[in-house]
């Protein structure tokens, strides 16, 4: 559209006319919302599967593993993503008093960013996943991330060129960071080679891949879950409340520190695990260095809030900031801890974890998302808000709903630390059974579930009530304004080594850049380069084309959701599963698969301990092996066809990148598969299992019994 601008001469300059661009705040306004419930539903059949694993439905697009990553990237990239376009359009029109540069790159951001939406929501039940948490989706979708996202960033740093405001607020400084931070780890973490239109193997593998991940993986919460969201606080808070940010400075210090530090805590969600000593006690140091600017900033905006106090006894939305600011303390506070050792010793892997992840996500990102769409809407459509009294309802179940999913997770969590570890008189492991500890905490799951039904009823609530303002009110696509320029008058005089950050955007983003890289550098470069960092063992060789064929299968189906593959150098965990990891061990690993929580036990040392009967018949129905197991079955693997016509392209790429398949290798690949397929029917013709050869089960059973078999005991030292 042609947007006119007019202008006339004050004492002050020249006073020009503009209007801000309010459809595109609506739009991702609305995909907000619909994402929202969308996601937040995923993840309600997600919880109550874990109760009722009748809810799996036997298909294999409704399993837990296949829609456990759509809920994660509903709620995160669809709901809260949705949610930061929406406040950043807003607010940077209004902040520095000008349109967003341009029209059509907002809508090639809107409908972009929709469409990759969607494609994660096909792909995903499908099974086409790469499994790394929170970067599940294939190459092509990656690079449609990134086009998106770049386009994003010529939008946003068009209008701070074209500003007529010289001073970037506090607001627009955590923008910048996140663009440039979340660029960053994604072209990084993405760098793949393709199989095929849907295939890719990751570039880096094993104790690599899992520090560059999460790399990725906490920043992913640090720069789109958090920095953004202070950005919109920066903003939305004191308009809301009517007051000036409590400290200027506080608000210097809080953003160059947070954006430092946050980047080196990655290693923190792989203690004592494979990846080096030093590399781990970094991440523990600058954990617990993240108190201090996360509450810092936490402050700056409660007290914002001093003398607004009978405003916000009044005001349900500004009721949800408060809760939403005190759930980012809680959570900045809980995250270095869970960082310290002999916490994370008990907490890893356990629902814990999801107790404190969920605090943030329901109370920081959703109740901040909440009070900003009821700050939004009646402006947008110029009316009131519809009903208060629904306001305030929707506020108090909503806080409920946190409580009631927050704290069963918590309780769920303590006993599946300490039941794991727990040894009786004679030495030997109290609950040696793995699912001594499932069947315990089944009631929490329950109350999870409630709890996050409460919360979603919330939303339901809201979306009547913003429906019903919205239809009481007139929707302005193009809000006139006016400012003058301050290229039109003369500029004070700059005081303080900050004002030349906060007027030249540019150098904001090489600054912010420069800070957030050296973390990542100092940490990865060294991993990468020094060999004796990730020292190799002989024995462990790369798998048959068999095995790499049960490896894919076992990402499509999603099993490392439930199931780890790393033994920790604990006595419970070596007594329970087997001899502890070695990095030597997942050379060969791409993408490493060493999950991130135990719904079901770790299967690192799970090869040739059971036979292949056992897992044939542990597929087709969990609970005839395992008694009380919540696990689905999964039926198609006895009867999809597998044809392999990819597996010459897959080994070919694996040895671009490194892994020792030889020619013949490549070559004789199918004669390979046939033999070990072939062998492994004939045993389970033993066991009176009749299959065919080439079903998915067989390469499955293969995968699943080679799985920590290439070491013995005695074997450990023998390097190369």
């Not at 309780?411 to 630390?417: L, P």
Request: aromatic fraction near 14%; include cysteine; charged fraction near 15%.
């Amino acid at each position: 559209m042609e947007v006119k601008t007019s202008s006339a001469y004050t004492h002050s300059g020249i006073l020009e006319k503009f209007e801000y661009d309010n459809t595109i705040v609506r739009n991702f306004g609305i995909a907000t919302v619909v994402f929202g419930i969308i996601g937040m539903l995923v993840g309600l059949l997600v919880a109550f599967q874990l109760v009722f694993p009748e809810l799996n439905f036997g298909i294999p697009y409704t399993t837990f593993g296949r829609i456990r990553p759509l809920h994660t990237n509903a709620v995160i990239f669809a709901f809260v993503g949705n949610a930061i376009f929406m406040g950043v359009y807003h607010s940077m029109q209004r902040l520095l008093k000008t349109r967003m540069f341009s029209d059509v790159l907002s809508q090639i951001h809107f409908w972009g960013w929709q469409l990759i939406i969607l494609s994660a929501a096909i792909t995903l039940p499908l099974g086409i996943t790469t499994s790394k948490e929170y970067a599940e989706l294939e190459w092509p979708i990656d690079i449609a991330i990134t086009l998106v996202w770049v386009v994003f960033g010529i939008n946003m740093f068009g209008t701070l060129i074209k500003r007529r405001e010289k001073h970037i607020y506090a607001a627009i400084w955590f923008y910048i960071a996140s663009w440039v931070t979340v660029a960053m780890l994604h072209i990084v973490n993405s760098f793949e080679l393709p199989v095929s239109f849907l295939k890719s193997y990751s570039l880096f593998a094993g104790v690599q891949d899992a520090l560059v991940q999460w790399w990725y993986g906490h920043n992913a919460v640090a720069f789109f879950l958090t920095t953004p969201y202070l950005g919109l606080m920066y903003y939305y808070l004191p308009k809301m409340a009517n007051r000036p940010i409590y400290s200027y400075k506080l608000s210097i210090l809080h953003f160059w520190t947070l954006i430092f530090i946050y980047i080196w805590a990655g290693p923190h969600h792989l203690l004592y695990s494979s990846t080096p000593d030093w590399v781990q006690s970094l991440g523990v140091v600058f954990s617990v260095m993240l108190i201090a600017p996360s509450w810092g900033g936490g402050i700056n905006g409660l007290l914002t809030l001093r003398g607004a106090w009978d405003k916000v006894r009044d005001d349900a939305s500004l009721k949800m900031m408060v809760v939403a600011i005190t759930a980012y303390l809680m959570a900045t506070f809980e995250g270095p801890m869970l960082s310290l050792k002999n916490v994370n010793a008990i907490a890893h892997f356990t629902d814990w974890v999801v107790a404190h992840v969920h605090v943030g996500a329901l109370g920081w990102n959703g109740m901040m998302t909440f009070a900003i769409l009821y700050y939004l809407v009646p402006r947008l459509y110029q009316t009131e808000i519809y009903s208060k009294k629904l306001l305030n309802t929707h506020f108090w179940i909503g806080t409920l709903g946190i409580v009631l999913y927050a704290i069963p997770m918590y309780v769920s969590g303590f006993t599946q630390g300490l039941m794991w570890k727990e040894f009786a008189e004679d030495g030997t492991l109290r609950y040696g059974n793995f699912l001594d500890t499932v069947t315990k905490i089944i009631p929490m799951y329950a109350m999870r579930g409630i709890g996050g039904t409460l919360y979603f009823a919330g939303v339901i609530v809201m979306v009547y009530n913003l429906w019903k303002t919205a239809k009481q009110g007139k929707f302005v696509a193009n809000e006139a304004a006016e400012a003058v320029s301050f290229r039109t008058q003369p500029i004070g005089e700059l005081k303080g080594w900050h004002k030349i950050f906060e007027t030249k955007p540019l150098l904001m983003l090489v600054g912010s850049l420069i800070v957030v890289s050296i973390g990542g550098l100092v940490q990865m470069i060294p991993t990468f380069v020094i060999k004796e960092n990730i020292p190799t063992i002989a024995s462990v060789k790369p798998y048959t084309p068999l095995e790499l064929e049960g490896r894919d299968l076992y990402i499509r189906e999603g099993c490392n959701a439930c199931h780890t593959q790393l033994v920790r150098p604990f006595r419970s965990e070596t007594e329970r599963y087997g001899e502890y990891s070695k990095s030597g061990e997942y050379v060969y690993d791409r993408p490493f698969l060493w999950g991130s929580k135990r719904t079901g036990p770790d299967l690192m040392r799970l090869g040739k301990k059971y036979p292949d009967s056992w897992h044939y018949h542990h597929m087709r129905e969990p609970v005839s092996m395992s008694p009380g197991s919540i696990m689905p079955p999964y039926p198609w693997l006895l009867e999809n066809k597998m044809d392999y016509a990819d597996i010459e392209k897959k080994m070919q790429v694996l040895r671009t990148m490194g892994v020792p398949y030889s020619e013949e290798d490549i070559k004789n690949a199918r004669n390979k598969i046939d033999e070990q397929a072939t062998q492994i029917v004939e045993n389970l013709k033993k066991e009176k299992v009749k299959v065919e050869k080439n079903t998915e089960i067989v390469a499955l059973i293969a995968y699943l019994q080679r799985l920590g078999t290439d070491i013995k005991v005695q074997e450990q030292t023998a390097q190369k």
